[in-house]
């Protein structure tokens, strides 16, 4: 049965209604901690179990991470330890759950998540999964975080490869810098081979059999044994000469010592390959000083675009997918078929190929 209050009294809450439609529910706290040093508090749900944000993600690794597939799981746990480690940047640590996953702080976790959409919105479906199971604890109350969480449209666009002239440039500012040859021999080897970072970066010498131009690389893709990969004979002779300027000798190259069984690619003299992260810093920094790439194409542009470039340039040259696919070594060769697109530029072209051609076929007859 609703509550009856005199006329005085719903007067003033209309006018108060008024009000707070005028300078809202912040406004009002403003004023009234200022003019009467009262604060509203806001309405706590009873059914909610305080717990404070480690303890929290702690219990969602426990009882839900662990029980998902092992891929799923790697996953999830990566990003919930990234989670935990910004939470540590931003001295949330002993904070409540209820004050750390937030909108607030979700959107200032995500902005300084780099990465193509389809990246973050698996980071943001990871959150939404967390904040699901929270909800149904009873650790979080229902709380509106569509708008932070909302999926970023993913357009499907062609892999970013570079241009022959920006190769050309790409290799000639590495080879300025400093361990410049140690670089320009990585990203041509790359560029040359198709192979991704973690595979070029763990390459071993002792790998290599050169007779038959022949590579066996290691990366989070394939199986312990790896993959072959093949060399051109530019790229072979680019090993070779790589070998010999940083110290080694022609026996060295094909025996199976100790000294053979080190990383090609080391800041360690072969103990250690190369950060990841470092290849990654001296490719950025060569393409941002980059003049054959327009500045709104440089963002979206990683070692992997060399990966890319060879894909794109293979086919260009008359090669098939099918190739390409063993040559990238996708298991699935679905996944090549994205390199068959073709730029409206490249339509245009084969278009013009083909009027050309008649032409010429009137010409002759």
């Known amino acids: 049965m609703p509550i009856l209050l005199k006329q005085e009294t719903q007067d003033s809450y209309n006018m108060l209604d008024r009000v707070i439609a005028q300078i809202g529910i912040e406004g ?3 004023y009234l901690a200022s003019k009467y040093d009262v604060i509203l508090q806001p309405r706590i749900d009873d059914d909610i179990e305080e717990i404070t944000v480690l303890d929290a993600l702690e219990l969602f690794e426990t009882e839900d991470l662990n029980l998902r597939p092992p891929t799923t799981k790697k996953t999830y746990v990566s990003e919930l330890n990234q989670f935990r480690k910004f939470l540590e940047r931003q001295k949330l640590n002993d904070d409540l759950l209820a004050d750390c ?8 976790y995500l902005k300084h ?9 698996k980071k943001k ?8 199971f929270f909800v149904e604890q009873h650790l979080l109350s229902e709380s509106d975080l569509s708008e932070v969480l909302k999926f970023a449209k993913v357009y499907d666009s062609l892999p970013r490869a570079l241009s022959k002239e920006s190769v050309e440039e790409l290799l000639t ?42 590579m066996t690389v290691h990366g989070k893709h394939h199986r312990v044994d790896g993959r072959k990969v093949y060399g051109s004979t530019e790229i072979m002779d680019l090993l070779r000469n790589y070998r010999r300027l940083v110290g080694g000798s022609d026996a060295d190259l094909y025996s199976l010592n100790s000294s ?25 920094n060569c393409v941002n000083s980059m003049t ?4 709104s194409l440089k963002p979206s542009l990683t070692p992997h675009s060399l990966r890319h470039t060879f894909a794109v340039n293979y086919l260009r040259a008359g090669g098939d997918l099918y190739t390409l696919s063993k040559l990238l070594g996708h298991a699935n060769p679905k996944t090549t078929a ?3 697109k073709l730029t409206p530029e490249e339509l245009k072209n084969a278009a013009d190929e083909v009027v050309q051609y008649l032409l010429r076929g009137e010409n002759n007859a």
């Not at 140690?182 to 595979?199: A, C, K, N, P």
């Open 28 to 30: 009002l706290q403003i």
């Open 113 to 121: 998540k780099s990465g193509s959409a389809t990246t973050q919105n």
């Open 292 to 295: 054959t790439v327009s500045e």
């Open 101 to 108: 996953l937030t909108g607030k702080v979700l959107k200032e």
């Open 338 to 340: 994205i390199y068959a």
């Open 260 to 284: 053979s069984n080190k990383y090609v690619f080391s800041a360690s003299k072969g103990t250690n390959p190369l950060s990841i992260r470092t290849v990654q810093e001296v490719f950025r």
């Open 173 to 214: 500012i590495v080879r300025a810098t400093r361990y410049g040859l140690r670089y320009f021999t990585l990203f041509l080897y790359m560029v040359g081979t198709g192979t991704r970072i973690e595979e070029a970066t763990t390459l071993k010498w002792a790998k290599i059999r050169w007779d038959e131009s022949e």
């Open 125 to 132: 479906a990871f959150f939404r999964i967390m904040h699901s």
